[in-house]
C-alpha cells in the first residue's frame, strides 16, 4: 500500500504537472474510504523554486523526506533541456530510493531526470510524444516506447504530456490501494479510471476537451449501464448522430472504438467486484455485462494478463473463487 508521497520539484517545473500529483495524492478523501497519504512537496535546497508559469514556489522539505517515502514523483519541467543538468545530490537520491524498492513515477519530461539517474537503462518507458525522440537520442540504453500513455516497468513509472499524469497517477493507486479507491479518486477528479489507446492519437491532431465534447453525456450514460446490452446503434441513438458518424466521432475523441472502450469500462468493474466483493464469478460476470463466466475470463485475460480467479486471490484473497 502507498501511505508516503514525495514530489521532488526543480526550478522550471510545470504547474500542472505538480498539480496532478498533488490532487491525486495531496487531498484527504478518507470520508470516502479513500486513504490518506503522507504528502510532501520538496526541493535539493528547501526554500523558493522557481514555476515555469511566472511565478515561485515555496518547497519546505529536502531530499531527507524521500528516505522512507513509498513514492517519490517527479513532475515535468525543463529537463529536456539538453543543456540542463539535475543536481548530483538529487541523482544518488533517486537511486537510492530504486535500490530499496520504493516507486519511482515520472510525469512528462520528469523522465529526462530519472534518464539522469540511470533509473530507465534497460527499462520500457516513455515520456511528451514532442520529446520521446530526443529522450531516446540522449539515453540510447533506455527503452522508448513513443505512442503509450504511460509505461510500468518494474517500479518505475514514466508517463506521457500532461493528462497522461492522472493515467499513470491513477494505475498506481489502482495497483497499491486497489480499484475502489482509484475509481473513488477519478469519480472526485471528473476523469475516466482508465483510458485505452495511446498519444499518437494527440500528434496529428489534438482533441478538444471534455467540455467541449458532445460525447461526454453520452459516456456518462454508458458507464452507468455497462450490464447492458448496449449496441452501437443504442449508443448513437442517445448521442443523436447515425451509428457511423458516431463511431467516426469515437474514435476521434477517445482514441479507440466503442466496442473497445465498453470491454475496458467492464473489465474496471468487474476487478472492483473481484476486489470489493464476495460474489461469484458468474455473478461479476453479469453485473459487469460479460453474460458469462467464460466470456469474462476471456477478456480479462487479454486485457490484464491474468485469470479473475487468480486475480481475486491476489488481491482478496478470503473472496469466494467459485
Known amino acids: 500500500m502507498l501511505r508516503n508521497v514525495v514530489v521532488i520539484v526543480q526550478d522550471g517545473v510545470a504547474p500542472f504537472e505538480l498539480g496532478v500529483l498533488c490532487e491525486v495524492f495531496g487531498i484527504d478523501r478518507s470520508e470516502e474510504g479513500c486513504p490518506v497519504y503522507d504528502f510532501a512537496v ?12 511566472g511565478y515561485d514556489l515555496y518547497a519546505e522539505h ?27 545530490v538529487l541523482l544518488d537520491t533517486l537511486r537510492a530510493a530504486e535500490a530499496r524498492g520504493a516507486w519511482i513515477m515520472s510525469v512528462c519530461t520528469g523522465a529526462f531526470t530519472l534518464a539522469r539517474a540511470g533509473l530507465l537503462d534497460g527499462r520500457r518507458c516513455t515520456s511528451h510524444w514532442k520529446y520521446t525522440d530526443r529522450l531516446a537520442r540522449l539515453f540510447p540504453r533506455a527503452i522508448v516506447e513513443p505512442d503509450v500513455l504511460y509505461v510500468e516497468d518494474r517500479r518505475v513509472i514514466t508517463s506521457a504530456g500532461t493528462a497522461a499524469g492522472i493515467d ?10 486497489g480499484s475502489r479507491v482509484a475509481n473513488a479518486i477519478a469519480r472526485r477528479m471528473v476523469v475516466p479510471p482508465h483510458r485505452e489507446g495511446g498519444q499518437a492519437q494527440y500528434i496529428a491532431r489534438p482533441l478538444p476537451g471534455p467540455t467541449a465534447s458532445p460525447l461526454q453525456a453520452t459516456l456518462a450514460w454508458m458507464t452507468e449501464r455497462l450490464a447492458r446490452d448496449l449496441t452501437v446503434e443504442r449508443m448513437a441513438e442517445h448521442a443523436l448522430m447515425s451509428p457511423r458518424t458516431f463511431a467516426r466521432r469515437f474514435q476521434q475523441e477517445t482514441g479507440t472504438t466503442p466496442y473497445d472502450w465498453l470491454i475496458a469500462q467492464r473489465v474496471l468493474l468487474a476487478q472492483e467486484l473481484l476486489e470489493e466483493t464476495a460474489l461469484s464469478i458468474d455473478a461479476v460476470a453479469e453485473r459487469s455485462g460479460f453474460g458469462s463466466a467464460a466470456t469474462l475470463r476471456h477478456h480479462f485475460l487479454r486485457r490484464r494478463g491474468t ?16
Do not use: M, W
Not at 535539493?44 to 523554486?49: C, L, N, Q, W
Not at 522512507?68 to 539538453?82: F, K, N, S, Y
Not at 499513470?168 to 490501494?177: I, S
Open 168 to 177: 499513470a497517477c491513477l494505475h498506481l493507486v489502482r495497483l497499491e490501494d
Open 62 to 88: 529536502g531530499l531527507d523526506r524521500v528516505a522512507d517515502a513509498d513514492l517519490i514523483a517527479i513532475p515535468a519541467g525543463v529537463e529536456h533541456d539538453e543543456q540542463v543538468a539535475s543536481d548530483p
Open 307 to 322: 485469470t479473475p480467479q487468480n486475480y481475486r486471490r491476489t488481491f482478496c484473497p478470503g473472496s469466494a473463487t467459485a
Open 42 to 53: 520538496c526541493a535539493a535546497t528547501p526554500g523558493r523554486v522557481r514555476a515555469k508559469a
